[in-house]
């Protein structure tokens, strides 16, 4: 599975972004796709998930309220629309795929993720 990450830009504090993923190869109902992102000199963190079957969510903290989380099977793609964006959003958002999704442990940590995306820039200016 190859993903393939867009929709980054530089945006002001307040405002909105919607990132796509488009999924090449198949995506099985075990799976769950994700969207991570790393901030300069930070670690990678997990910002929302999704599963592929039943199109359960589930969000960071930080994010839950502002950012949703869709998938569009047909499309194999997912979304993250951003809102109210901040400026500690600022980041390189990752895509990111899980071939075993459990709906008692959803997937958070990088580690559980088998393949990624190459991101995509989000700049939030103040």
């Known amino acids: 599975v190859q993903l393939q990450a867009c929709g980054g830009g530089l945006v002001q504090a307040g405002d909105s972004l919607r990132l796509s993923c488009t999924a090449s190869?198949?995506?099985?109902?075990?799976?769950?796709l994700g969207w991570f992102r790393q901030a300069p000199g930070k670690e990678r963190e997990f910002a929302a998930g999704?599963?592929?079957?039943?199109?359960?969510?589930w969000y960071a903290g930080s994010v839950k309220g502002r950012f949703t989380i869709s998938r569009d099977n047909a499309k194999n793609t997912i979304y993250l629309q951003m809102n109210t964006l901040k400026p500690e959003d600022t980041a390189v958002y990752y895509c990111?795929?899980?071939?075993?999704?459990?709906?008692?442990?959803?997937?958070?940590?990088?580690?559980?993720?088998?393949?990624w995306g190459q991101g995509t820039l989000v700049t939030v200016s103040s």
């Open positions: 990111a795929a899980d071939r075993t999704y459990s709906r008692l442990a959803p997937p958070r940590r990088t580690h559980e993720y088998n393949y």
């Open positions: 190869g198949r995506i099985f109902n075990t799976y769950a």
């Open positions: 999704i599963s592929w079957s039943d199109g359960n969510t």
